[in-house]
């Protein structure tokens, strides 16, 4: 009875994700058919930011190892993400980014910015064919486009098969362009925030007054990543790949909506300011990635460790285990444990009465956190062939206080709040 | 007695070495590894959603593929 009812929730769940993402196209009679995989995901923090993300993406196989990738990708975004600001133990004003309205914080509450909306759209292809026997070569665009925002990235690779293809060596390299016109103008580096407390005689002079903290026009970020790889098959079950990659990045890095609550002796926000970041950005990163074939499925682990000039360390560990429970289906666990420590000008909240410093940022993802992912996917082959699959998640971000002294009444607030989040995935592949 | 520490780490190095000549299989010994899970990307598309979450949130990206650029949401 037990089993019965399990497996019609589960045909009940299979045709609603099915009606969803669009019933399967007819296979056309043809050797080299397009393969789809579609997904649609939901990520959800508790009374912050909600996404919804849908893909659409493409293989075809043109033979002779002439392959062809699509992406489709629209998100949607809304809710509120932290603004930088420090809780306080009375009521909070601040300006909206655009600054026509302002918005209040209750006390003890985590400053908000909750006018967090956005689409995005994003499309890529990809091209890798071989060159001579042991050379692939790939190339791929992709162009990403939201309100504020428009990125496009060209990328292209080389990739050289030894040792009867058991060795694999990739050699790549990408450009991106960013560019983003933040809503209201970016705000001046470590420019106060303009509120309108009733002191202005007219809204042309509280205008006047926020104008002086914006500039007008869009703002461009270059960034040219290296990455160099090589790929092992160790054994009949056992595969490795070894990445080192190069990321650096000039331009305009700041969050235009992030800012910093500048504080008295006893705690009292006095002031509040735009965050300032560097203007250049260089990463390294090793990446290991192991993958062994067991009898009943398939152990993936990775660690990556990555560090920067910003004084970012982080360290990685991604796992998956695919356990088949049958021909057809599977449970697969995923396990993901995040760490970083604090970039060099992180600052939870500046101190009155000492010189400003060049860059200062009080987001939160700069800080010094942990971080951790717990998951299951349930993956099974439906009778004409194509695979559905769900995917729970449960994701949360622990803050560090990086030994930053909270003064006078700002040590009874939560700085460091944790963040909570779920994540439900659907995806059918035809 | 470093003399003798360099040989030891050169030789060990060598077998090393040699060992990795025996890595790998014969292309009749694919059979596992030709399954479509056993693919270094085959969770791509979840890869490429997961990816999109941490770079939002987090201070690193890339590592497995490229870092740079993609949205606004950093």
């Known amino acids: ?65 002439h392959y062809f990738n699509g992406k489709l990708v629209i998100d949607t975004l809304t809710g509120a993400s932290a603004s930088g600001a420090v809780a306080q133990s009375g009521v909070q004003t601040f300006t909206r980014p655009s600054g026509n309205e302002t918005y209040t914080v209750e006390a003890g509450e985590t400053p908000l910015d909750d006018t967090f909306h956005d689409t995005r759209v994003q499309a890529s292809g990809q091209w890798t064919q071989p060159i001579g026997e042991n050379y692939r070569i790939s190339g791929g665009l992709q162009a990403s486009k939201e309100y504020d925002y428009l990125s496009i990235v060209g990328n292209g690779s080389l990739d050289m098969d030894l040792n009867q293809r058991n060795t694999t060596l990739s050699a790549g390299i ?115 990635q192991t993958k062994y074939a067991l009898d009943q499925g398939v152990v993936d682990f990775s660690y990556r460790f990555a560090t920067d000039d910003w004084d970012i360390d982080s360290h990685t560990i991604d796992s998956r285990f695919r356990y088949n429970l049958s021909e057809t289906s599977y449970i697969q666990p995923h396990i993901r444990y995040y760490q970083q420590n604090e970039a060099e000008f992180y600052n939870p909240f500046l101190s009155q009465g000492t010189a400003l410093p060049e860059h200062a940022s009080a987001d939160y993802r ?20 194509n695979e559905l699959a769900f995917r729970l998640e449960y994701y949360q971000q622990t803050p560090d206080n990086a030994g930053f002294e909270q003064p006078g009444t700002l040590a009874d607030e939560d700085l460091y709040p944790s963040l909570k989040a779920v994540i439900a995935q659907v995806s059918y592949s035809f | 007695m470093k003399r003798k520490t360099i040989v030891i780490i050169t030789i060990m190095a060598v077998m090393q070495l040699a060992g990795c000549a025996n890595l790998g299989v014969q292309p009749w010994e694919r059979d596992l590894l030709a399954k479509d899970e056993m693919a270094l990307d085959s969770e791509g598309v979840d890869i490429g959603l997961d990816d999109h979450i941490y770079f939002s949130k987090e201070a690193t990206s890339g590592g497995r593929s490229f870092a740079g650029g993609g949205c606004g949401c950093n």
């Open chain 1, 1 to 65: 009875m037990q089993l019965k009812q399990t497996k019609n929730v589960s045909a009940t769940l299979a045709a609603a994700s099915c009606a969803l993402l669009g019933t399967s196209v007819q296979a056309e009679d043809n050797s080299e058919e397009w393969k789809f995989d579609t997904a649609i995901l939901y990520y959800g923090e508790t009374d912050r930011v909600q996404l919804v993300e849908g893909v659409f993406n493409a293989n075809k196989d043109f033979g002779d190892e």
């Open chain 1, 174 to 288: 990408s450009y991106a362009f960013d560019s983003i016109d933040p809503v209201g103008g970016r705000p001046v580096d470590l420019s106060s925030m303009v509120v309108d407390n009733g002191q202005f005689d007219s809204s042309e002079a509280y205008q006047q007054a926020f104008d002086a903290t914006r500039l007008q026009g869009s703002e461009q970020k270059d960034t040219v990543d290296l990455l160099l790889g090589v790929t092992q098959v160790i054994n009949r079950r056992m595969l490795m790949q070894f990445n080192y990659s190069l990321s650096m990045s000039d331009g305009y890095h700041n969050d235009p909506y992030k800012v910093l609550s500048v504080v008295d002796q006893q705690g009292l926000t006095q002031d509040v300011v735009y965050e300032s970041r560097p203007t250049e950005r260089t990463k390294h990163s090793m990446y290991w």
């Open chain 1, 366 to 385: 700069l800080g010094k956190m942990t971080a951790i992912t717990l998951g299951l996917k349930y993956g099974m082959q439906l009778e004409n062939g």
